[in-house]
């Protein structure tokens, strides 16, 4: 079987660092924002280039946190990506605020940048684009955009850890990025855990405060708050797990790399790379019209694959009440219908490469 992850080999590779930092917080009896979170968090903006980084409980949460501190709330509107994992336009919903959801771009599977600005009305505070896959979304648009318009931006970094644009990496250029350390992404944990970036001192304290009860000192409360906080045990994994993040993305992109080459000729649509940011490809996302062919083939020959993401979100039940959701949205909709990742993970071999290709190429013939 070859699966769409394969976290214990990542595992053994560390274990004896991953154990031995285990057993410290176990020893230290430490487990609540002790010394390994705030290690990690200075070690994380000195990679990520940020003045602060402030973790927090979940991927989930550092989109809640950073609307929150933003003071996005009720009568808002964000400007957002239908076609992503659900905590994009949740977090929105959380705060109060209006998600609007406008098409993406047919290639990078990002949002469009046009789409973006023809959306803006008065209510319109921020635009959340998602980095999907690991593709950065075309920020100096966005960027551009958002100046002439005086909005802010929240990056929706939880597939990009480590992607670069212009030399940035995402999350770093704007009021706030959003991570997750989820186990199977580029960067992941042992269980739940997310980050939040920002450059911006009072926004920082802001989100320290948020996450811990809305607390600065213990039993003092300036406001209402959450109970947010990444454990020691995740943030001693993390810092192991840190200085290897540039190897494993390079490794994804041999993978990925090897795809294309074993995948040209076929009547499929590999990823595209835009040359606006560097792809560190958390999925390897196809499109093709013989999905159903495709994923059959692999099944059979005990290959996993999966569909990210089937139905949109301005399609699905738990947005059916908003006002401007769109009847229809035609790009999203047909890459949700075409799309299929295949597995994708540094440790995955060439040879294993071949096989899915192969199989895929059978499935085809």
């Not at 993305?249 to 940011?277: Q, S």
């Not at 909709?333 to 040879?351: N, Q, T």
Request: proline share 6%.
């Amino acid at each position: 079987m070859i699966p769409m992850v394969d976290l214990q080999r990542q595992y053994q590779t560390l274990r004896p660092e991953i154990d031995a930092a285990l057993q410290d917080v176990l020893q230290g009896a430490r487990f609540i924002l002790g010394p390994n979170v705030q290690s990690l968090e200075q070690e994380l903006a000195t990679y990520l280039g940020v003045d602060h980084a402030v973790t927090c409980a979940s991927g989930t949460d550092a989109l809640h946190l950073a609307l929150a501190a933003a003071g996005i709330g009720p009568g808002d509107e964000v400007i957002t990506t239908p076609f992503t994992f659900i905590a994009t336009a949740e977090a929105i919903r959380y705060v109060g605020a209006d998600p609007v959801f406008v098409d993406i771009e047919p290639r990078t599977f990002n949002i469009d940048p046009d789409q973006v600005e023809a959306a803006i009305t008065e209510r319109t505070r921020a635009i959340l684009p998602v980095h999907l896959f690991g593709q950065p979304a075309d920020m100096p648009r966005l960027e551009a955009i958002a100046k002439a318009h005086k909005l802010m931006i929240v990056e929706d970094c939880a597939q990009s850890f480590g992607a670069t644009v212009d030399g940035v990496q995402t999350g770093a250029g704007n009021a706030f990025g959003c991570f997750s350390f989820f186990p199977s992404k580029n960067l992941g944990a042992f269980g739940d855990g997310g980050l939040v970036t920002t450059s911006c001192a009072a926004s920082a304290e802001a989100l320290r405060r948020l996450r811990n009860h809305g607390s600065s000192e213990r039993y003092y409360h300036d406001e209402i708050g959450y109970n947010s906080r990444l454990d020691e045990m995740q943030a001693a994994i993390l810092r192991v797990k840190l200085p290897h993040i540039d190897t494993y993305n390079a490794e994804r992109r041999r993978v990925a790399a090897r795809y294309r080459d074993g995948l040209t000729g076929l009547p499929v649509e590999v990823p595209f790379e835009d040359g606006i940011g560097v792809h560190v490809y958390h999925q390897y996302t196809l499109l093709s019209d013989h999905r159903d062919s495709i994923m059959q083939a692999l099944q059979a020959a005990e290959i996993a694959n999966a569909i990210y993401y089937p139905v949109p979100l301005h399609q699905q039940k738990a947005f059916a009440d908003l006002d401007k959701r769109p009847a229809s949205l035609p790009v999203t909709e047909s890459v949700a219908a075409r799309c299929l990742s295949l597995p994708i993970f540094p440790e995955l071999e060439d040879a294993s490469i071949d096989r899915i290709c192969s199989t895929i190429r059978d499935a085809l013939a």
